[in-house]
Nanobody
Framework: QVQLVESGGGLVQAGGSLRVSCAAS????????MGWFRQAPGKEREFVAA????????YYADSVKGRFTISRDNAKNTVYLQMNIVKPEDTAVYYC????????????????????WGQGTQVTVSS
């Protein structure tokens, strides 16, 4: 099995910055895309960002464009989400996921396109 472990969540002030990480271990694939999703209380899980295996292609939800940056370090099997100028509405449990394809061409924002998920890390933004 593939195991994904998120870390770096916590409490941050509005306007501040936070970086969450996700490390993959176990039976990881040679090449795979990764994504970040989040779920706020009372809301459905939503797409945040995704990155291809090579890192050349990235996508962001409109709500986080210009503020969040996704990146990865394949040598460490780790994906990062740098969150800048955070807002109270960014408060959510953040989940990372693996898509068993090295590319992100379409349907990258759909939950069912991802094969493995972490347990999430809580990010709380205070105002």
């Amino acid at each position: 099995q593939v195991q994904l472990v998120e870390s770096g969540g916590g409490l941050v002030q509005a306007g501040g910055s936070l970086r969450v990480s996700c490390a993959a271990s176990g039976r990881t694939f040679t090449q795979y895309a990764m994504g970040w999703f989040r779920q706020a209380p009372g809301k459905e899980r939503e797409f945040v960002a995704a990155i291809s295996w090579g890192g050349s292609t990235t996508y962001y939800a409109d709500s986080v464009k210009g503020r969040f940056t996704i990146s990865r370090d394949n040598a460490k099997n780790t994906v990062y989400l740098q969150m800048n100028i955070v807002k109270p509405e960014d408060t959510a449990v953040y989940y990372c996921a693996i898509r068993r394809s090295p590319w992100l061409i379409q349907k990258y924002e759909q939950i069912h396109e991802y094969d493995y998920w972490g347990q999430g890390t809580q990010v709380t933004v205070s105002s």
